[in-house]
C-alpha cells in the first residue's frame, strides 16, 4: 500500500512563496502522474499542478505562471513551488499519484493560508 505524506504549508503573507513537498512510502507502485490539487472551505477540489512520468506538466487556469511543480528524479517525491501567493489561494492543498493502472492514492492534506 502507498503512502503520501505532505508537508511545507503553512502561514504567508500575500505575495509570499511556499514550497509543498510530497513524497510516497509504502509498496510503491510504478507512478505514471503525480499532482497537487486544493479545496477551499465550501468549494470543490480543484486541479492546481500535475506531472507525468515524461515531465510534461499541466496547471490550473488560475496558476498564471505562480507555481512550479517538479517530480523527484527517484519519482518517489515531487514539489510544488508557490510564488506570488494571493488570499484566494488559502486552501488545503492534497498531493496524488496514479498508477499506469489507474489507481489513485490521495494524501493527507496540508493546509496553506494567505493573509492579505
Known amino acids: 500500500q502507498v503512502q503520501l505524506v505532505e508537508s511545507g504549508g503553512g502561514l504567508v503573507q500575500a505575495g509570499g512563496s511556499l514550497r509543498l513537498s510530497c513524497a510516497a512510502s509504502g509498496s510503491i507502485f510504478r507512478i505514471n502522474t503525480m499532482g497537487w490539487y486544493r479545496q477551499a472551505p465550501g468549494k470543490q477540489r480543484e486541479l492546481v499542478a500535475v506531472?507525468?512520468?515524461?515531465?510534461?506538466?499541466n496547471y490550473g487556469e488560475f496558476v498564471k505562471g505562480r507555481f512550479t511543480i517538479f517530480r523527484g528524479n527517484d519519482a518517489k517525491t515531487g514539489s510544488l513551488q508557490m510564488n506570488s501567493l494571493k488570499p484566494e489561494d488559502t486552501a488545503v492543498y492534497y498531493c496524488n499519484v496514479v498508477s499506469p493502472s489507474g489507481l489513485i492514492v490521495w494524501g493527507q492534506g496540508t493546509q496553506v493560508t494567505v493573509s492579505s
Open positions: 506531472i507525468s512520468s515524461g515531465g510534461r506538466t
